[in-house]
């Protein structure tokens, strides 16, 4: 079968290409550039939890090596403390790191897959498809076509993909604008982000009153300034002299020593595509949506639509026609962005909009604060990770069904399990795999050696009923699982979220909630796939 063709090497199309290529589906990534990228200091990202640890299990690099988990979060109101959070190991801490040292892991990571081909300097200019494939040409000094089985745009905000698909991005231009610089110093707090809104030094030039500072390794930070609405240039001197009374502000008055490495303007749209799918072309990561004000980062959200399709894609690669999965794909990821996108656009007037805030919500500073903060760290509607609840992959009500901490749909909390093989590991270093994972709670068996619990207890019944499910699956066993009872049994998707959790060993629904998590029957899927090919 042909490979999956990725347009685009940026960090959402290596990252499609490596979790393909772990799933064995062998992939070429069109990169219009030289395959390196231009180190940025000023160019980073925000990685939540769950997605840091689908890169380190992609490029096996621990990313606390070369990004900065940061120990705390403060929000400053003029000279009041609004809210300090620390890390102390109890919650998620995000992961700030400078994209193109992200991008430099991915791609040492796919010079050693063999089921992996990028071709540099080829830029996309003509597609075809049709029911049994797609054909991609390009052009550039290799300038070629280029066959495929699926193609998927992960090629930024202009799309060459999306427009050859005519497909229509709507939305909101310069929502936000900022002043950035990267920049090598002592601050007076060791490692934690910080956001100073009004701050009590007057700040030369346009300002919206907005300051975040964010720390890399190295003694490096990243700061942003909030610029009001309008197109105001942001000349180097004044950047220069808004760094120094920034500094200067934050240090007792005197401006310490730094060493500017990197600056920029940095400019957040919001815009959704209308469709992400068109038959096997798929839209990923910015072609798909764009969309970062209020501290939220895009790029996040891009991570999660490759890993999200990623095992959809091999499913359908390996076993043919899976219409209903793949159709899934922008129904759960479009649906997640667009909320995102809609509770951003209800709370920029509250935010943004002077005293505004103080006609909704009582305590309006603290209110404006606890939304930033939410966005930064991940929290509420701005920043959490979205959950799969409505997913029409999602089991009809199951007689044996049971609450854990975890609802349906949502990412799986990490725990140490047990394999097949005896040996410990993290429950989401299991994920990625293309298969289930069906993990049970098993309070004592961590003590035991797997020749005594394997064949103990309601173990023999629940294996059988795995080795009978409609799509090949893991068995876990795990001491302990946040809500959960013993002998619940989890069924765990292959990108981290969960299906269902069960009262003990239920072989029907156990079953039945499989086969919605892959599509539905083999039969229909097969009708489905013949519907498609006679379009």
């Known amino acids: 079968m042909d490979p999956v063709i990725v347009v685009g090497a940026g960090p959402v199309g290596l990252t499609l290409a490596l979790a393909l290529a772990r799933q064995e589906v062998p992939c070429v990534v069109l990169d219009e550039g030289p395959g390196k990228d231009e180190p940025r200091a000023s160019r980073t990202v925000v990685l939540r939890e769950d997605t840091t640890a689908l890169i380190e299990r992609l490029t096996g690099v621990p990313m606390d090596r070369v990004g900065a988990h940061w120990a705390g979060w403060r929000s400053v109101r003029r000279k009041q403390v609004m809210r300090e959070v620390f890390f102390d190991g109890t919650e998620p801490v995000p992961l700030h790191i400078a994209q193109h040292v ?41 300038g070629t076509w280029w066959r495929g089985s699926y193609l998927v745009g992960c090629d930024g905000p202009r799309s060459t993909v999306r427009k050859l698909q005519d497909i229509r991005f709507p939305g909101r231009t310069a929502v936000e604008r900022h002043a950035v610089a990267a920049l090598r110093t002592e601050l007076p707090w060791y490692n934690e982000a910080l956001l100073h809104r009004m701050p009590p030094w007057r700040m030369s030039g346009p300002s919206a009153g907005e300051v975040t500072a964010r720390p890399l390794p190295d003694g490096v930070w990243r700061l942003d300034w909030l610029l009001p609405p309008g197109k105001d240039l942001v000349t180097p001197e004044l950047l220069l002299t808004r760094i120094r009374e920034t500094l200067a502000g934050w240090s007792g008055g005197t401006t310490p020593p730094y060493e500017l490495l990197d600056t ?22 910015d072609a798909a949506h764009l969309h970062g004000s209020l501290g939220t980062h895009g790029l996040d959200e891009g991570l999660r639509d490759a890993d999200n399709l990623a095992w959809k894609l091999a499913l359908a690669w390996h076993h043919g026609p899976h219409e209903a999965l793949l159709d899934s794909y922008q129904t759960e990821r479009r649906a997640i962005v667009a909320a995102r996108l809609r509770a951003a656009d209800q709370a920029l007037p509250l935010l943004r909009g002077g005293g505004g805030l103080r006609s909704y919500v009582p305590g309006s500073a603290r209110g ?50 047990t394999a097949e093989d005896g040996t410990f590991v993290r429950l ?16 004592g068996t961590g003590v035991w050696e797997r020749r005594h619990w394997v064949s103990a207890g309601i173990m023999p019944q629940l294996a059988a009923a795995v080795m009978a499910l409609p799509h090949h699956a893991e068995l876990l066993v795990a001491e302990s699982y946040p ?7 989890l069924l765990v998707r292959p990108d981290g979220h969960l299906v269902t959790a069960l009262g003990g060993v239920r072989p029907a629904d156990l079953y039945t909630a499989a086969e919605a998590a892959v599509g539905g029957p083999a039969k229909a899927q097969a009708e489905a796939g013949a519907s498609a090919g006679s379009r």
């Open 483 to 489: 809500g959960a009872a013993a002998h619940t049994v």
């Open 368 to 417: 404006h604060d606890s939304l930033l903060t939410d966005g930064h760290l991940g929290h509420g509607q701005l920043g959490a990770p979205g959950a799969y609840a409505d997913s029409p992959l999602a089991p009809p009500p199951l007689e044996g069904e049971v609450p854990v901490r975890t609802s349906p749909g949502s990412s799986v909390i990490d725990v140490r399990v």
């Open 102 to 142: 992200l991008t430099d892991a991915l791609r040492t990571a796919l010079a050693g897959e063999p089921l992996v081909k990028i071709a540099v300097e080829s830029r996309l200019d003509g597609m075809e498809q049709e029911s049994s494939g797609v054909t991609a040409h390009t052009r550039g000094p290799k």
């Open 264 to 285: 920029g303007v940095h400019t957040v749209h919001h815009r959704l595509a209308r469709r992400w799918r068109a038959d096997r072309v798929f839209l990923a990561g």
């Open 428 to 443: 989401r270093d299991r994920l990625g795999r293309g298969a289930l994972l069906v993990v049970l709670i098993a309070p």
